[in-house]
Protein backbone atom coordinates (compact mmCIF):
# COMPACT_ATOMS: atom_id res chain seq x y z
CA UNK A 1 0.00 0.00 0.00
CA UNK A 2 2.99 2.30 -0.22
CA UNK A 3 3.87 2.37 -3.67
CA UNK A 4 4.22 5.62 -5.47
CA UNK A 5 4.99 7.33 -2.05
CA UNK A 6 8.23 9.56 -2.20
CA UNK A 7 9.96 10.63 1.06
CA UNK A 8 11.60 14.08 0.62
CA UNK A 9 15.24 12.63 2.18
CA UNK A 10 17.72 14.33 -0.21
CA UNK A 11 20.13 11.01 -2.02
CA UNK A 12 23.22 12.28 0.04
CA UNK A 13 21.46 12.12 3.35
CA UNK A 14 20.34 8.76 2.63
CA UNK A 15 23.47 7.51 1.40
CA UNK A 16 25.04 9.11 4.81
CA UNK A 17 22.16 6.94 6.89
CA UNK A 18 23.12 3.70 5.12
CA UNK A 19 26.73 4.16 5.44
CA UNK A 20 26.16 4.88 9.10
CA UNK A 21 23.82 2.29 9.94
CA UNK A 22 26.58 -0.16 8.33
CA UNK A 23 29.17 0.60 9.81
CA UNK A 24 28.33 1.87 12.90
CA UNK A 25 24.89 -0.20 13.94
CA UNK A 26 22.77 3.19 14.12
CA UNK A 27 22.60 7.04 13.21
CA UNK A 28 25.03 8.27 15.41
CA UNK A 29 23.33 11.46 16.94
CA UNK A 30 24.94 14.66 15.79
CA UNK A 31 24.59 18.48 17.08
CA UNK A 32 25.27 21.95 16.26
CA UNK A 33 26.56 23.29 19.76
CA UNK A 34 23.68 25.55 19.88
CA UNK A 35 21.33 26.26 22.84
CA UNK A 36 17.38 26.76 21.74
CA UNK A 37 14.62 28.48 23.06
CA UNK A 38 11.09 28.77 22.13
CA UNK A 39 10.86 32.54 20.88
CA UNK A 40 6.96 32.98 22.95
CA UNK A 41 5.47 36.94 22.42
CA UNK A 42 6.71 37.91 25.75
CA UNK A 43 10.20 36.87 24.91
CA UNK A 44 9.93 38.92 21.37
CA UNK A 45 8.87 41.39 22.99
CA UNK A 46 12.06 41.74 25.23
CA UNK A 47 14.17 41.30 22.30
CA UNK A 48 12.31 43.93 20.14
CA UNK A 49 11.38 41.75 17.47
CA UNK A 50 8.71 41.83 14.56
CA UNK A 51 5.25 40.36 16.25
CA UNK A 52 4.92 37.84 13.20
CA UNK A 53 8.37 36.62 13.24
CA UNK A 54 8.81 32.62 14.10
CA UNK A 55 11.41 30.79 15.22
CA UNK A 56 13.87 29.76 17.85
CA UNK A 57 16.27 32.29 20.02
CA UNK A 58 20.08 30.58 20.78
CA UNK A 59 20.54 31.33 24.09
CA UNK A 60 23.85 29.64 24.35
CA UNK A 61 27.10 29.05 21.50
CA UNK A 62 28.59 25.98 23.33
CA UNK A 63 32.33 26.53 23.74
CA UNK A 64 33.27 22.56 22.66
CA UNK A 65 30.39 22.26 20.25
CA UNK A 66 30.57 23.46 15.99
CA UNK A 67 29.17 26.67 16.17
CA UNK A 68 31.55 27.82 18.38
CA UNK A 69 33.98 30.92 16.56
CA UNK A 70 30.98 30.76 13.46
CA UNK A 71 28.39 32.73 12.52
CA UNK A 72 25.90 32.49 14.58
CA UNK A 73 25.54 34.19 18.14
CA UNK A 74 23.54 34.84 21.07
CA UNK A 75 20.20 35.95 20.37
CA UNK A 76 19.96 35.35 16.85
CA UNK A 77 16.71 33.63 15.92
CA UNK A 78 16.61 30.47 13.65
CA UNK A 79 13.94 30.92 11.67
CA UNK A 80 14.69 28.29 8.77
CA UNK A 81 17.06 25.03 8.61
CA UNK A 82 17.66 23.80 5.03
CA UNK A 83 14.06 23.96 3.15
CA UNK A 84 12.37 23.28 6.45
CA UNK A 85 10.88 26.71 8.34
CA UNK A 86 11.30 26.25 11.81
CA UNK A 87 8.78 27.70 14.66
CA UNK A 88 9.97 26.07 17.63
CA UNK A 89 13.36 24.84 19.23
CA UNK A 90 12.13 20.83 19.18
CA UNK A 91 11.58 21.23 15.47
CA UNK A 92 15.29 22.05 15.45
CA UNK A 93 16.06 19.42 17.20
CA UNK A 94 13.85 16.78 15.45
CA UNK A 95 15.67 17.75 12.05
CA UNK A 96 19.14 17.24 12.90
CA UNK A 97 18.03 13.52 14.26
CA UNK A 98 18.29 12.82 10.32
CA UNK A 99 21.51 14.17 9.89
CA UNK A 100 25.37 12.44 10.32
CA UNK A 101 28.68 14.18 11.16
CA UNK A 102 29.92 16.22 8.47
CA UNK A 103 26.79 17.43 7.08
CA UNK A 104 26.24 20.93 6.29
CA UNK A 105 23.53 22.80 7.31
CA UNK A 106 22.17 26.38 6.33
CA UNK A 107 20.15 28.18 8.59
CA UNK A 108 18.63 31.36 8.07
CA UNK A 109 19.19 33.45 11.03
CA UNK A 110 17.22 36.91 12.20
CA UNK A 111 19.44 39.57 13.57
CA UNK A 112 19.31 43.18 14.03
CA UNK A 113 15.98 43.61 11.86
CA UNK A 114 17.62 41.59 8.96
CA UNK A 115 17.46 38.17 7.79
CA UNK A 116 20.71 35.77 6.15
CA UNK A 117 22.09 32.34 5.30
CA UNK A 118 24.55 30.71 7.38
CA UNK A 119 26.43 27.31 7.06
CA UNK A 120 27.40 25.10 9.97
CA UNK A 121 28.45 21.18 9.55
CA UNK A 122 26.81 19.24 12.30
CA UNK A 123 29.58 17.04 14.56
CA UNK A 124 28.84 14.00 16.24
CA UNK A 125 28.28 14.67 19.97
CA UNK A 126 30.84 13.68 22.30
CA UNK A 127 31.06 12.23 26.10
CA UNK A 128 31.74 14.89 27.67
CA UNK A 129 29.33 16.83 25.97
CA UNK A 130 26.10 14.72 26.65
CA UNK A 131 27.26 14.26 30.65
CA UNK A 132 27.36 18.20 30.60
CA UNK A 133 23.86 18.49 28.61
CA UNK A 134 22.11 15.65 30.68
CA UNK A 135 23.26 17.85 34.17
CA UNK A 136 22.02 21.23 32.32
CA UNK A 137 18.80 19.37 31.30
CA UNK A 138 18.05 17.74 34.43
CA UNK A 139 20.04 18.75 37.03
CA UNK A 140 21.80 15.58 37.49
CA UNK A 141 26.05 14.71 37.39
CA UNK A 142 25.56 11.27 36.48
CA UNK A 143 28.58 8.79 36.49
CA UNK A 144 28.36 5.29 34.69
CA UNK A 145 28.01 2.15 36.73
CA UNK A 146 27.45 -1.40 36.12
CA UNK A 147 23.87 -1.44 33.59
CA UNK A 148 22.95 1.77 34.67
CA UNK A 149 24.04 5.39 36.17
CA UNK A 150 24.47 6.68 39.62
CA UNK A 151 24.14 10.21 40.69
CA UNK A 152 26.98 11.89 41.54
CA UNK A 153 25.45 15.31 42.07
CA UNK A 154 22.11 17.20 41.80
CA UNK A 155 22.37 20.81 41.24
CA UNK A 156 20.70 22.91 43.80
CA UNK A 157 16.99 24.44 42.45
CA UNK A 158 17.41 22.24 39.71
CA UNK A 159 14.18 20.22 38.61
CA UNK A 160 15.49 17.31 39.99
CA UNK A 161 16.77 18.90 43.62
CA UNK A 162 13.00 19.99 43.46
CA UNK A 163 11.61 16.49 43.33
CA UNK A 164 13.71 14.89 46.02
CA UNK A 165 16.44 13.34 43.89
CA UNK A 166 19.85 12.18 45.84
CA UNK A 167 23.78 11.86 45.42
CA UNK A 168 23.77 7.63 45.22
CA UNK A 169 20.22 7.17 43.33
CA UNK A 170 20.61 4.70 40.70
CA UNK A 171 19.40 5.95 37.52
CA UNK A 172 18.17 3.27 35.40
CA UNK A 173 16.08 4.68 31.97
CA UNK A 174 15.75 7.77 30.84
CA UNK A 175 12.65 9.30 28.52
CA UNK A 176 11.66 5.71 28.14
CA UNK A 177 15.04 4.68 27.60
CA UNK A 178 17.33 2.09 29.73
CA UNK A 179 20.83 3.49 30.28
CA UNK A 180 22.81 0.46 30.06
CA UNK A 181 26.08 1.92 28.58
CA UNK A 182 27.03 5.91 27.63
CA UNK A 183 25.41 5.05 23.80
CA UNK A 184 22.51 4.65 25.39
CA UNK A 185 22.67 8.10 27.67
CA UNK A 186 23.95 9.66 24.45
CA UNK A 187 20.38 8.37 22.59
CA UNK A 188 18.14 9.60 25.64
CA UNK A 189 20.30 13.43 26.86
CA UNK A 190 19.68 13.85 22.53
CA UNK A 191 16.15 12.93 22.67
CA UNK A 192 15.51 15.65 25.77
CA UNK A 193 16.48 18.64 23.66
CA UNK A 194 13.42 21.15 23.43
CA UNK A 195 11.39 19.04 26.04
CA UNK A 196 9.89 20.42 29.12
CA UNK A 197 9.95 16.82 31.56
CA UNK A 198 11.67 14.02 31.71
CA UNK A 199 10.50 10.45 33.13
CA UNK A 200 12.99 8.74 34.75
CA UNK A 201 13.46 5.57 36.08
CA UNK A 202 15.25 5.57 39.43
CA UNK A 203 16.10 2.94 42.06
CA UNK A 204 17.44 4.07 45.78
CA UNK A 205 17.46 1.20 47.63
CA UNK A 206 15.42 -1.86 47.05
CA UNK A 207 12.72 0.43 45.60
CA UNK A 208 11.90 1.46 42.11
CA UNK A 209 10.16 4.78 41.35
CA UNK A 210 9.05 6.22 38.19
CA UNK A 211 9.39 9.90 38.11
CA UNK A 212 8.66 13.27 36.10
CA UNK A 213 11.23 15.68 36.01
CA UNK A 214 10.73 19.33 35.34
CA UNK A 215 13.76 20.38 32.37
CA UNK A 216 15.68 23.65 32.15
Known amino acids: GAQGIGFAIPIDVAKRIVRELITKGEVV ?22 DDLRGAVVNRVRPDGPA ?4 VQRGDVITRLGESPVRSAREVYELLERSTAGQKHELVVHRGGRSRSVEIVASEIGGDAVVALAEQLTGLRLEPAEGHFVVAAVRPGSGAARVGFEAGDRILALAGRPLGDPGQLRRAVVDLRGQLRALIVVRRGPRRYHVNVPLT
Open 29 to 50: PVWLGLDLQDLDPKLSELLGLP
Open 68 to 71: HGGP
